[in-house]
């Protein structure tokens, strides 16, 4: 009788171990897919933000409006002229080097980073090409 018994209690308790076991290895499985699900969600959207949202253009500055930081380029692609209005936190490039608004000139290439709002187009560089 012992021996029955002694045997029903490791069978009982072989089943709760493999029960325990299954239970840990679900719970690890989940643990994981939110953690990659939540590194996804806050890493995601970053660049989803960028890649929608800002667009440059390479054309030739056509007007330079230089009381209003205004410019006018046609794109190189022979698109609609584009208007850019660059506010205080605009960055002006030439070879790679920090200039002014005042470097921009009529007929010079350049390459506008910008993000459209509505019919607005905001820019946020300005590099000179040539």
Not at 25 to 48: F, I, L, R
Not at 91 to 111: C, D, I, N, S, T
């Amino acid at each position: 009788m012992k021996l029955t018994s002694i045997k029903n209690h490791l069978a009982m308790l072989s089943v709760s171990v493999a029960m325990l076991a299954a239970q840990s290895a679900q719970s690890a499985t989940t643990d994981k897919a939110q953690n990659m699900s939540s590194a996804a969600g806050t890493a995601a959207p970053a660049v989803q933000s960028q890649a929608t949202n800002e667009q440059t253009v390479e054309g030739t500055v056509q007007k330079v409006v230089a009381m209003k930081k205004e410019i006018y380029v046609t794109p190189a692609d022979g698109s609609k002229k584009m208007e850019f209005y660059f506010p205080e936190s605009a960055q002006y490039l030439k070879g790679g080097q920090p200039v002014g608004f005042e470097a921009l000139k009529e007929g010079q290439k350049v390459r506008v980073t910008f993000t459209r709002k509505g019919k607005r187009l905001n820019p946020s560089k300005a590099e000179i090409l040539e």
